[in-house]
């Protein structure tokens, strides 16, 4: 039996743990920090000395252009965050009002929001323990006994409504097992809009992901492994939804050198030369800070291998993870011993917290529809997050 006395001395122990990994440190160890250490200020100074700090400048086509590169797609359009890259992503892949879309319970609110602010309803499927992403074959068990194929596409037999989308989504740089996923979406016939939001870097397979999906969204949020202050983009190797999210994002705005004509009713989402500078020498450092994020989750494997009662959380074989934020993992029986972790952890200024509460425990999306969540209500209870930035690697 778990007592509260044997849930002191885990919480004792990953204490110690962790303060081996993240070296001795007066102040509050976080989760995440965002580290400038290298043409941000020169960038970001042409952008003032030139006055291009806005809407045009040259920055936003030479990130977006690095972005696609370095994500091995054809296109990326970049905008404000991640939360409206999705929403446009989704929108322009053809979830529209009426719809449903698939994407884990297990998730970041923005993921489920996106689906709102398209016009759809979020439909919750299933968590999977190796990876903590979406399981495709939960997934495949739920559409043969929830949707049925109609003229238009996958339906929702309960609800009648059509399954537009699927929305994968790669946790904490883990990937997703898109293979199977793949092999669904084309089965079903229901294209994959990747939210890539926290994998920039990871790979699939040799794939990076936010390659895989008809479209994929980037965020460059403070906390994320690379930062514009605010910031997101959306990948596509498909020039017509390149060229459709160019222009949705820019007011639809028919190019011309004076006349102001806009072709439809759409958005201002397009990113400020100013943080493209930033995103433009931040990507610079993308593959050491990928370095260095992996020789912090190497010192967290080393430091909890021999632990009873959690894991430190693995990349799979075949998979290649950024390890944006390490995650523990407590044992099924040890779940009760997670606050008690977190408030010694916190206590000791090592910022550490709790997995997402489920989208489905949010007050607006209660009564959104859901697969059996049985392996997310587990996870939900049974999984943290430890101090991750990559200055740690050189922590002694
Ligand atoms: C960060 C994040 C987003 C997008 O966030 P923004 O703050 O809008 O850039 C979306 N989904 C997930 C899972 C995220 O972690």
Redesign the pocket.
């Known amino acids: 039996m778990i007592t509260e006395v044997n849930s002191q001395r885990l919480a004792e122990d990953i204490v110690r743990r962790v303060r081996k990994v993240v070296g001795k440190s007066k102040d509050m160890i976080p989760l995440h920090i965002p580290e400038f250490t290298g043409r941000e200020w020169e960038l970001v100074k042409n952008c003032l000395d030139t006055g291009w700090v806005s809407y045009a400048g040259s920055y936003v086509d030479e990130f977006e252009k690095d972005l696609a590169e370095f994500c091995g797609v054809k296109y990326s359009v970049a905008v404000v965050?991640?939360?409206?890259?999705?929403h446009i992503a989704l929108s322009i892949c053809g979830v529209s009002h009426g719809d449903e879309v698939l994407l884990p319970a297990l998730?970041?609110v923005?993921?489920a929001n996106?689906v709102a602010h398209a016009g759809a309803t979020p439909h919750f499927v299933d968590a999977c323990e190796e990876t903590l992403g979406l399981d495709p074959k939960a997934l495949r068990h739920h559409l043969e006994e929830t949707a049925t194929m109609g003229p238009n596409g996958a339906v929702n037999r309960k609800t009648g409504r059509r399954i537009a989308a699927i929305v994968p989504?790669h946790?904490f740089g883990f990937p997703v097992d898109m293979e199977p996923l793949l092999e669904l979406s084309s089965e079903w016939n229901i294209p994959i809009v990747e939210?890539s939001?926290?994998s920039l870097g990871s790979t699939y397979r040799g794939r990076p992901c936010g390659s895989f999906g008809l479209m994929g969204?980037l965020?460059?949020?403070g906390?994320?492994i690379i930062t514009t202050g605010?910031?997101?983009a959306l990948l596509t190797d498909n020039e017509a939804l390149a060229k459709r999210a160019k222009h949705l994002t820019t007011t639809a705005k028919r190019p011309h050198r004076w006349e102001f004509f806009h072709d439809e009713i759409a958005y201002n989402y397009r990113l400020p030369n100013i943080n493209a500078a930033l995103g433009c020498a931040q990507l610079e450092q993308l593959p050491s800070r990928i370095e260095a994020k992996r020789r912090v989750a190497e010192r967290y494997a080393v430091a909890f291998a021999d632990l009873n009662g959690a894991r430190i959380l693995k990349e799979q074989p075949g998979s290649f993870a950024n390890y944006w934020l390490n995650a523990l993992i407590f044992d099924h029986d040890r779940a009760t011993t997670r606050d008690a972790v977190l408030a010694a952890l916190n206590d000791s200024g090592l910022m550490a917290r709790p997995i997402w509460t489920l989208m489905h425990r949010l007050p607006m999306y209660a009564d959104a529809p859901r697969a059996d969540l049985t392996v997310s209500e587990s996870l939900a209870s049974r999984v943290i997050n430890l101090p991750s930035s990559a200055y740690l690697a050189g922590a002694t």
Request: hydrophobic share 35%.
């Open positions: 965050n991640g939360t409206v890259a999705l998730t970041f923005a993921t996106a989504m946790a939210d939001t926290e969204t965020s460059f949020n906390n994320k605010g910031g997101g």
